[in-house]
């Protein structure tokens, strides 16, 4: 297959084939993800006896070992060719459900169980690093750069549906019988993907390609500076409304997780063209004073309802955060390095959630799980002073030119 880089829709008939199996194989790797996401607060609190603190380190782990490897991701994806690094991705997250497994077994040693766990979480953290810098690069490759905003407002919405799906999916595997049922998913799932993965044809890299890493850094670091303050909103959710849900004496917590991906699909199908037609850092500006917003709902909430509501807004507002801020990325390197820009771009993302987590925890054990929501807002509208420099900064550049 030709490598396609002058594209410039994705749902060109050449293309549509391809970009749709991609796009599938990043919905049933997050599926994984998705599945896990309701349960692990619920495990590890309630199962293994562990505080708030522990929690968020828990959920934070995947997260930091993301951070370790989206570089090594991005520059084999760039030099190697995306189906290969699909694939390690593709293995490694069903190695990382083995380690769930094994952490089931050793539920009589809360301490032992807690440590293989994170080395589940650690593998997975870098299986989705794989998975991401592939999808990306491989759509990139599709579609060309003048897509790139649609290209990632597209796998991320492949990404959030698999969230929405895997979260009343994981609720009723753990009802059933525990986590293992959740391990034996996670193990099986990515297996079977396996075989979609090998159905597409290889799309080569660059051997041309350099880790560019400190020049790709000077270049994202703005645009990643945003994405990370906005995403501490996405993960206060993931990880806390639940326990805020048990503590209340509130039932059907995933429905919340659900909302917040339902809504985060339904604005990158809606208005995924925006940062690509209009200007990336005018709707991120616009999208994180909504996001705060959703966030401001769910902590004041004195119902399930308004909690569901304030996910869901929240969720809203954070869809186009990622595209918006990221064809700022994207734009300041050269094509051959556009994947480690990637990788070094989502890693604002995982150092985001790989601290914020388990500080958060903190704040919950100290100020109550509502005060999780406030400390959140707070932090996604600092948000806002990026988009507004990124903003003066064009106007600057279009004065000049």
């Excluded at 749902?11 to 970009?19: H, M, V």
């Excluded at 994984?32 to 934070?60: C, D, K, R, S």
């Excluded at 599709?142 to 994981?170: D, E, H, I």
Aim: proline share 5%; net charge positive.
């Amino acid at each position: 297959m030709t490598v396609m880089t002058s594209q410039d829709h994705i749902g060109a008939p050449s293309i549509t084939g391809p970009f749709a199996t991609v796009m599938t194989v990043i919905f049933t790797g997050y599926l994984v993800i998705g599945i896990a996401m309701p349960v692990l607060p619920l495990h590890v609190h309630q199962g293994l006896g562990y505080g708030t603190f522990l929690v968020g380190l828990v959920a934070g782990s995947q997260f930091a070992a993301s951070l370790i490897s989206r570089f090594t991701a991005g520059h084999l994806a760039d030099s190697r060719g995306a189906k290969r690094v699909v694939i390690a991705g593709l293995v490694t997250a069903s190695a990382a459900g083995v380690l769930y497994l094994m952490s089931t077994a050793l539920l009589a040693t809360p301490a032992l169980s807690l440590a293989v766990l994170l080395l589940g979480r650690a593998l997975l953290g870098g299986a989705e690093s794989f998975l991401v810098a592939g999808a990306l690069n491989w759509g990139l490759a599709l579609a060309g750069q003048k897509n790139a905003g649609k290209v990632m407002a597209w796998v991320g919405t492949a990404m959030y549906v698999a969230f929405a799906a895997g979260a009343p999916a994981g609720s009723f595997l753990y009802s059933v019988h525990g986590f293992a049922p959740v391990a034996l998913a996670t193990i099986l799932i990515p297996l079977l993907n396996l075989l979609l993965v090998a159905s597409l044809e290889y799309v080569p890299g660059s051997p041309h390609a350099r880790p560019a890493v400190f020049g790709v850094l000077r270049a994202v670091w703005l645009p990643g500076l945003g994405l990370a303050l906005s995403s501490v909103g996405f993960g206060s959710i993931t990880t806390f409304i639940v326990l805020l849900f048990a503590r209340n004496g509130w039932t059907a917590a995933w429905i919340a997780l659900t909302a917040v991906s339902t809504a985060f699909v339904l604005g990158r199908v809606l208005f995924g063209h925006l940062p690509d037609r209009i200007d990336g850092p005018r709707i991120a500006l616009v999208c994180v004073l909504i996001e705060a917003a959703g966030q401001s709902l769910i902590w004041l909430a004195p119902s399930p309802a308004m909690a569901f509501a304030g996910a869901g807004l929240a969720g809203l507002g954070y869809s186009l955060v990622y595209p918006a801020f990221g064809v700022e990325a994207v734009r300041r390197v050269p094509a051959e390095n556009r994947g480690l820009a990637m990788g070094a771009y989502t890693a604002c993302l995982d150092l985001a959630l790989g601290v914020s987590a388990p500080i958060l925890g903190l704040v919950a054990g100290e100020a109550g799980l509502n005060a999780v929501f406030l400390a959140s807002a707070l932090i996604v509208l600092c948000a806002t002073g990026i988009a507004l420099r990124l903003i003066t900064f064009a106007n600057s550049q279009e004065r000049v030119a």
